[in-house]
């Protein structure tokens, strides 16, 4: 069974860094895309970052760029998030996912697997 495990999360002041990383076992982990999505309180779930099944194509939310960084590790089937420049309205529930395809998406309905989420809170 797939499973998308997340750490790294926690209470950073104002213009600080986290990293959050995920640790996935997925069948043919190297082959799919993955994303962060985060769901601040009262809010929707958005789309954070997608990155592609090699690493080499990315995307990122107009609200990050800039600041976060997706990267991934197929050969210990994990995938980072480095969050820099941290306001508070980044405080949210970050989330791990993964597609059942090789390119990059922007929409959640679109990835298969999710992780249970870290929470990242950033102090003003």
């Known amino acids: 069974q797939a499973q998308l495990v997340e750490s790294g999360g926690g209470l950073v002041q104002a213009g600080g860094s986290l990293r959050l990383s995920c640790a996935a076992s997925?069948?043919?982990?190297?082959?799919?895309?993955l994303g962060w999505f985060r769901r601040a309180p009262g809010k929707e779930r958005e789309f954070v970052a997608s990155?592609?099944?090699?690493?080499?194509?990315?995307a990122y939310a107009d609200s990050v760029k800039g600041r976060f960084a997706v990267s991934r590790d197929n050969a210990k089937n994990t995938v980072d998030l480095q969050m820099n420049s941290l306001t508070p309205e980044d405080t949210a529930v970050y989330y791990c996912?993964?597609?059942?395809?090789?390119?990059?998406?922007?929409?959640?309905?679109?990835?298969?697997?999710w992780g249970q989420g870290a929470q990242v809170t950033v102090s003003s």
């Open positions: 990155i592609n099944w090699r690493g080499d194509s990315t």
């Open positions: 997925i069948r043919a982990f190297s082959n799919v895309a």
């Open positions: 996912a993964a597609r059942a395809l090789s390119l990059i998406s922007m929409y959640s309905t679109q990835y298969l697997y």
